[in-house]
């Protein structure tokens, strides 16, 4: 299986018999069937409807499936899935290659920081992989999902979910409200959350940290302190807005080096940034 892909499971649901199809979009799922089964299959039906109706329509992906499994290389983990959000998250969302890069770092007994860590992708992958996982989600929904991701995994004793979001001063913040947790930010207005600097919280340090934060990447890594310096690699997702020179300057003046990003065809970039130990 490639990086990134998922694999679903729904209930019961009988193999599509499509060897009557010859032409058209019917002719292309046959083609999504063979190469990935149902679930890539469904995943082109909802492009074709995407992209060939005149108003946006999205097919509720997430009332057909009920579990993603997202498989990177030899690790595999399941994500209930209770929205189409979760199921891209399953899916991969975009980043097999980040995803990739990822777990080939962790290593067993490394402590993960996951700075914004959503449903728990990472979280969950980093606990498969054998570490200990430190899951920073201020988000009450998100931080309830991922609890149930990672009991639903069998990895609650390796995931710690921690209800506090990262910045560069401790007190409290203002989540933005919308409907896909993955895009809640730091704002004016909002669900009232706790705040701190990670070099302040009293929590272990880390291995490996990945930041994901929707904006707010340099508050947080200006919280840091020595907890950056002495990481031996640190992931950093850069948003719109947010001056990429800036962030790989602050992690150049924690001892990092930018070793590698992705990020050519997207709106953001992600970096990775590697520490003497790395």
């Known amino acids: 299986m490639t990086p990134g892909s998922g694999v679903l499971e729904s209930g ?7 060897s009557g199809a010859t032409s058209g979009p019917v002719s292309r799922l046959v083609e999504l069937h063979r190469e990935g089964g149902l679930f890539n299959a469904i995943r082109g039906a909802n492009d074709y409807v995407r992209d060939h109706t ?17 498989s990177v290389g030899a690790v ?5 899935i209770t929205s189409d959000e979760d199921l891209w998250r399953a ?3 975009g980043e097999d290659a980040v995803l990739d890069d990822f777990v080939g770092r962790v290593r067993p007994n490394d402590t993960v920081w996951d700075v914004g860590a959503n449903i728990g992708s990472y979280s969950l992958l980093a606990a498969a992989t054998g570490a200990s996982v430190i899951a920073f989600e201020p988000g009450s929904s998100a931080r309830q999902r991922l609890q149930r991701n990672a009991e639903g995994n069998g990895l609650s004793l390796s995931i710690r979910p921690v209800g506090l979001g990262l910045s560069d ?3 409290s913040a203002a989540l933005s409200t919308e ?5 809640r930010h730091i704002s004016e207005a909002g669900e009232q959350v706790p705040v701190a600097r990670g070099e302040d919280v009293d929590l272990p340090g880390a291995d490996i940290i990945k930041i994901d934060v929707e904006g707010h990447e340099r508050q947080v890594l200006d919280g ?3 907890r950056l310096e002495a990481c031996r690699c640190c992931y950093v997702e850069i948003h719109g807005g947010v001056s990429r020179d800036a962030v790989e300057k602050r992690l150049e003046n924690a001892g990092l080096e930018v070793a590698d990003e992705w990020g ?12 003497g130990g790395a």
Request: glycine share 10%; proline share 7%; aromatic share 0%.
């Open 264 to 275: 050519e065809t997207r709106r953001e970039a992600i970096v990775r940034a590697d520490g």
């Open 76 to 80: 595999a983990v399941d994500i209930h």
């Open 91 to 93: 899916m991969g969302h």
């Open 54 to 70: 005149p108003i946006p329509v999205t097919l509720p992906l997430h009332r057909i499936v009920s579990t993603g499994t997202l």
């Open 224 to 226: 840091l302190g020595d």
């Open 179 to 183: 409907v896909r947790s993955g895009i």
């Open 169 to 171: 001063a401790n007190g």
């Open 12 to 18: 019961e649901h009988a193999e599509p018999d499509m």
